[in-house]
Every structure is written in structure tokens, then in C-alpha cells.
């Protein structure tokens, strides 16, 4: 089906690059890229892709269904073949933190907002005009394929939580702020907790925690004090397991 093909030109382009061709802003303007087909290549994304990956993705995310590739034309592409001819063991690893950067900030369960271009297409391509399928006001269910294919993928992105970057012993002086930051990986996102010795920290106007997209976990205490001389804990968990990393405060008068 026309849809199908949309799909897979969809999940091809998050990918690769690990962003989405359609997200906008909010739902409203995602919507609006989606039934106007307004799509591009992010350079930075897209730096290290071949040309002939791009005309696969081009010619299946076309608004008119007859002009999309077909599952049997699709098959033929010159980028399909070749990796069909390649040695695996001589292939190109693209990396997976964008992907997992994707999923985390998509939260694929819970909101699926990332997929809202995919949950509209049986509609875009049943539809005659734009106008049609804005003022439906009704989601379109996605395709089995579609959702077999995300799910496979999530599974295939699970992973405990890791410590790419740990955390330093920090000595700094009394009225300063005292910075301990670490970088995490794990999907689903993991849950942190940080610890003062045994204790969990709690946020208070002088104590904040920080997290960032990037995975980066940071505990700000502002302004320091003799009493704030100790060990700190970042304890990380989820389904598949936990990690912690340590390291020492030190507070000079």
C-alpha cells in the first residue's frame, strides 16, 4: 500500500538521522507539515548519509501516492541493492546516540508525538485535499507494519543505565558553588537519584538538580558550606538495571 511505503520512507529518515521529517513545534504545526509534505534534509543529520539514501527516502515521502515508490520498485533501488550486495561485516555502524536522544525526547509510550505524521498518512492518502483531512479532526490508527516496525526498534534500543562520563572530586570554597556533573545512557530514560553520603539530596533554594537532553546529570550547590563536605552518589535505574558513580565534595574555609 501507498501508506506502507509513506511509513517506511518515515522510519528510514529517523534512522539515519535520528530525527523526525515532520516535527514541528506543536502538534499543530507537526499536522501542518505533515498534510502540506514539507520536508527537508537537516545538513548536520544527514552529513555523512549518501545521496542514494536521500533519493530512497525522497521518492517514498511524496504527498501523492502514485508517485511514491512501490514495494517492488522500492526493492530495486540503487540503495537497497547495494546494501543487499555489501558485506556486512564491511558496513557502515551508524551511531545510535542520536536515535536514543530520539526516543527519549519522543517518549514513544506515553505521548507518541513524534509519530503523529505516521498515525495521519491513511488519512493523507485517502484524502483528495489538504483542507479534508485537517477539518477530519481524527487520528488515523497506524499501519501494523508501522507499528511492528517501532516497536522492533524500541526493543532493539533497550539498555541499562551507564555512566559515560562519571563523576570528579570537586574542592571548592566556602560561599562558592560546588558542581558535580556526570553524563548517563540508558533507555528507557533512567530514574536518578542522588544521594549525600547515605542520605537522598532533596532540592532546596540553594540545592538544585539539573538534567539535560544530552544525558548530562547535574547536582548545584550554591553557595557552599563546611556542612556540604562529603560524598556524593548519582544512582541511576531502570528495567534493566542500575549503575552509580561517587565522588567527594570538599569544602574550604
Given at each position: 500500500m501507498a501508506t506502507d511505503m509513506w511509513s517506511i520512507?518515515?522510519?528510514?529518515?529517523?534512522?539515519?538521522?535520528?530525527?523526525?521529517?515532520?516535527?514541528?513545534?506543536?502538534?499543530?504545526?507537526?499536522?501542518?507539515?505533515?498534510?502540506?509534505?514539507?520536508?527537508?534534509?537537516?545538513?548536520?543529520?544527514?552529513?555523512?548519509?549518501?545521496?542514494?539514501?536521500?533519493?530512497?527516502?525522497?521518492?517514498?515521502?511524496?504527498?501523492?501516492?502514485?508517485?511514491r515508490l512501490s514495494a517492488q520498485e522500492a526493492l530495486a533501488h540503487p540503495w537497497i541493492a547495494a546494501s543487499n550486495c555489501t558485506d556486512p561485516s564491511n558496513a557502515k555502524s551508524l551511531p545510535k546516540n542520536k536515535m536514543k536522544k530520539f526516543l527519549a525526547r519522543q517518549k514513544w509510550k506515553k505521548a507518541g508525538k513524534a509519530m503523529l505524521a505516521l498515525k495521519r498518512m491513511a488519512l493523507l492518502s485517502k484524502s483528495d485535499s489538504t483542507s479534508s483531512l485537517v477539518s477530519s479532526g481524527e487520528d488515523s490508527p497506524r499501519t501494523p507494519e508501522a507499528e511492528h516496525a517501532f516497536l522492533s526498534l524500541e526493543h532493539k534500543m533497550q539498555a541499562p543505565p551507564l555512566f559515560s562520563r562519571g563523576l570528579e572530586d570537586q574542592a571548592v570554597s566556602e560561599g562558592a558553588t560546588g558542581r558535580l556533573s556526570c553524563h548517563l545512557t540508558g533507555y528507557p530514560d533512567p530514574e536518578?537519584?542522588?544521594?549525600?553520603?547515605?542520605?537522598?539530596?532533596?532540592?532546596?533554594?540553594?540545592?538544585?538538580?539539573?538534567?539535560?537532553?544530552?544525558?548530562?546529570?547535574?547536582?548545584?550547590?550554591?553557595?557552599?558550606?563546611?556542612?556540604?563536605?562529603?560524598?556524593?552518589?548519582?544512582?541511576?535505574?531502570?528495567?534493566?538495571?542500575?549503575?552509580l558513580c561517587s565522588a567527594k565534595l570538599i569544602v574550604n574555609e
Open positions: 520512507g518515515v522510519i528510514c529518515y529517523i534512522l539515519l538521522s535520528g530525527e523526525s521529517p515532520f516535527q514541528g513545534g506543536s502538534d499543530a504545526e507537526t499536522l501542518a507539515l505533515v498534510t502540506s509534505a514539507q520536508w527537508e534534509f537537516d545538513e548536520e543529520s544527514f552529513e555523512e548519509i549518501s545521496e542514494d539514501a536521500q533519493g530512497f527516502i525522497s521518492a517514498l515521502l511524496n504527498k501523492a501516492p502514485r508517485r536518578v537519584v542522588w544521594l549525600c553520603g547515605s542520605v537522598p539530596v532533596a532540592e532546596t533554594a540553594r540545592v538544585q538538580i539539573e538534567y539535560e537532553e544530552d544525558g548530562r546529570c547535574t547536582l548545584v550547590i550554591a553557595p557552599v558550606g563546611p556542612q556540604d563536605t562529603n560524598v556524593y552518589t548519582c544512582r541511576a535505574t531502570n528495567d534493566h538495571g542500575e549503575a
